[in-house]
């Protein structure tokens, strides 16, 4: 039993131990092994803490994941692959994909970035970049395979930068994968706005594959508390980078990432934080609040927010941006977008597609038979709207 786990927020170990436990009940004569990020951040002790556990391996080791279950056959019941220093990235020609039409490649991992609140630089190690020449062959692989949509992965995939000797940067190799014939949609996330670079507005800008959407996780609204978080760009420096965006030849959907109560932030600069979204008005938010991580800088930081007055302004954002996106869904309300279809809701009888813009549209189409939709583009006309998505009608001839 490979349990994969995730240490980004809130108390992960506490989780992984308690559902450890569980499994244990479950699993009688199996073999348990411990991988992701909660793996790298507490090591070798997860085998004293869980003692029926075989495996510890955290992401950067996964290169050498095929030799470890070697060991594991051969009886070693203390395998570990904590080593975060490496040049390797993860390339591998079997991924195990459950959508037929959307694939992820992951083109960079690890970051190189010191945000003062982010564990991600201790348990993914440093930013290693694929070749250009490895993505390119993966993503036509997909494509021949009748993948049309790719996302490309880092945790910052601005600063990608193709080691062999073609040098390609981010933008370019966007505008590559883009050109591949049989892609119809590319997506990528994350951006970090101090490497969000103008060819990248270009790029997509000159290619309607690139989707009409950027996730741009902005953090705060402060200044000052960008700083305090080392984010590396001011308030002005990340508003300009919208207004390329707001400039550009097509409409971008906008989305980003919110920490409320970083330590040291005060109601004045949580108000920065509400001015900004007026500002930008954002299609979509991911809003938290600050989470203490082992071996960050915050950690040492004072002035802590008290938990009742995290949930307090997290509660307010919130209320904010979903007034914003009633607001803006409605202004769609008319319009005819293409869709890919992604499933279908059998009570409501309706399908469900996702816009370029990443938004969701339920919509009714035409009895056919019974045929699935699922994997092709309609165009679908929005009859209405909600703050998380909309509602329409099938405006294709099938
Ligand atoms: N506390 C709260 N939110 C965090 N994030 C990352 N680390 C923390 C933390 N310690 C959020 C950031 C990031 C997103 C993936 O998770 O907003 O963009
Ligand atoms: Fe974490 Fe992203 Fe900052 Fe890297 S850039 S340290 S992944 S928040």
Known sequence: ?????????????????????NFKKAGKD???GVLGCVAQQE??????????VSLVCGSAS????????????????????LSIDTEETFDTPFTRRDNPHRAYITI????????AYCVVPFTRGPERSRTSASVMDEARRLAAEGYSEIQLLGQNVNSYRDPSAAGWDFATLLARVAEIDGIRRVRYTTSHPRDFVKAIVDAMDANPVLCDHVHLPVQSGSTKVLAAMDRLYTRDEYMRRIDWLKNAKRRYSLTTDIIVGFP????????KTLDLLDQVQYDSLFSFKYSPRPNTSALQMEDRVAEEEKQRRLAILQEKQRAIQIRRNAELIGEIREVLVEGRN???????????????????????????LVGRYLHVRVTRSGPNSLVGESASVV
């Open 1 to 21: 039993m490979l349990y994969n786990t995730c240490s980004i927020r809130d108390k992960a170990e506490q989780k992984v131990f308690n559902r450890l436990q």
């Open 264 to 271: 040291g932030e005060t109601e004045d600069d949580f108000q």
């Open 43 to 52: 090591g070798e002790k997860i085998f004293d803490r869980a003692p029926h």
């Open 62 to 81: 996964y290169p050498k994941f095929g030799e470890m279950l070697v060991q594991l056959e051969a009886g070693n019941r203390h395998v570990t692959g």
């Open 346 to 372: 059998h009570a409501l009888g309706q399908w469900i597609g996702r816009g370029s813009d990443h938004r969701t549209i339920n919509f009714t189409h035409p009895e056919n038979g019974g045929e699935s």
């Open 30 to 32: 199996k073999i348990f």
């Open 108 to 115: 960079i991992e690890g970051c190189d970035k010191s945000c």
